[in-house]
C-alpha cells in the first residue's frame, strides 16, 4: 500500500489533495457551529487527516528526498492512529445515538470495549503469526484491524439504517450523517478489496475509487455540518426501545434472593421475556 503513494498519478493526485481541503471546510464548519463540542472525537480525527497529509505528502512527493524507510514508518504510524481514532469515532456516534437511553448505553459501552480488546487480541495472534516479509507483522496486524473497524464503520450505518424508527434517530440528524459518511468510505473499501482479491480490478482503479469515495464522504459530512440538526422523536413515543431499557433496568437490578441460584435463574427469564 506504501508503494501505491510514491506512484505518481496526476489525477490521483489531485484526488488526494482534495482530501485535506475539504476537510479543513468540514473543520472550520464544525467549529464555527459549535459541533466540535457535540463530536469532540469526530472532530480531533479530522484534524488528525489534515495532520496526516501534511506529513505524508511532502515524503511521497517526486521533489523532496525522503527515504523510504522513513515514509514506510510515518504511513502505517498514520494508519494505526486512523484506526484508533475510526474505532472512537464509532463509539462517539453509539453514545449519540443511545444518549436518551442509559441502560443501552451502559450495555454498549460494555460490548465496544469487549470489542476494543477483541480486536487488540486479533491484532497480536496476526503480529506473532506472520512470516516474516517486506511488509513485516505489525503492518499485517494494523491491515487486518483495520478491515474490522471497517466492517463495524459498514455495519454501524446498517443498524442505524434499520433501527432508526425504533430509536426516533432522523436521517436529519448529525449522528446518521457521520455514520453515513464513514459507511460509504468503509464499504468501497471492502468493495474494492473483495474485486481486487478475486483478479477483477488492479491497484490503480481501487486507489482512484477509494479516494472519489473518501471525497464523498467529506462531502457528506460536509452538507450535515452546515445543516441543523434534526429533533428526535421524544422518548415516550418510542415504545420498543423503552421496553428493552426497562428489561434491561431490571435486569440489572433484580429483587435480593438469599441464593444465587435463584437470582440467576430470575435474570435468564428476564433476558427471554
Known amino acids: 500500500l506504501a ?14 489533495i482534495a482530501h485535506p481541503v475539504l476537510q479543513l471546510v468540514v473543520g472550520i464548519v464544525m467549529w464555527r457551529h459549535k459541533l466540535h463540542r457535540l463530536f469532540p472525537v469526530f472532530f480531533a480525527y479530522i484534524c488528525f487527516q489534515i495532520f496526516a497529509f501534511g506529513v505524508l505528502f511532502p515524503m511521497s512527493s517526486q521533489w523532496v528526498s525522503a527515504s523510504y524507510q522513513l515514509f514506510f514508518y510515518s504511513y502505517w504510524a498514520c494508519a ?26 451502559d450495555l454498549g459501552s460494555v460490548l465496544f470495549k469487549w470489542a476494543a480488546l477483541v480486536m487488540s487480541l486479533v491484532a497480536f495472534v496476526v503480529a506473532a503469526s506472520s512470516p516474516t516479509g517486506d511488509q513485516g507483522p505489525i503492518v499485517q496486524a494494523v491491515i487486518t484491524v483495520t478491515r474490522c473497524v471497517r466492517v463495524a464503520q459498514v455495519g454501524l450505518i446498517l443498524f ?3 433501527f432508526s424508527r425504533y430509536l426516533g434517530v432522523s436521517w436529519k440528524q448529525h449522528s446518521f450523517g457521520l455514520s453515513l459518511g464513514l459507511g460509504l468510505s468503509a464499504g468501497a473499501e471492502l468493495g474494492t478489496l473483495a474485486f481486487h482479491v478475486s483478479g477483477h480490478a488492479s491497484e490503480v482503479a481501487v486507489h482512484m475509487v477509494n479516494l472519489v469515495a473518501y471525497n464523498v464522504s467529506i462531502l457528506v459530512w460536509l452538507g450535515y455540518a452546515l ?3 434534526a429533533e428526535r422523536a421524544p422518548g415516550a413515543e418510542l415504545l420498543a426501545p423503552n421496553r428493552w431499557e426497562k428489561s434491561l433496568t431490571a435486569i440489572q437490578g433484580p429483587a435480593q434472593v438469599d441464593s444465587l441460584i435463584p437470582m440467576f435463574e430470575s435474570m435468564v427469564d428476564r433476558a427471554f421475556s
Open 3 to 16: 508503494d501505491n503513494w510514491l506512484m505518481t498519478f496526476d489525477h490521483q493526485t489531485a484526488l488526494w
Open 80 to 105: 494505526a492512529i486512523n484506526l484508533v481514532l475510526g474505532f472512537m469515532v464509532i463509539y462517539e456516534i453509539f453514545l449519540d445515538v443511545f444518549r436518551p437511553y442509559y441502560t443501552l448505553k
Open 160 to 162: 442505524l439504517l434499520v
Open 227 to 229: 445543516v441543523k440538526s
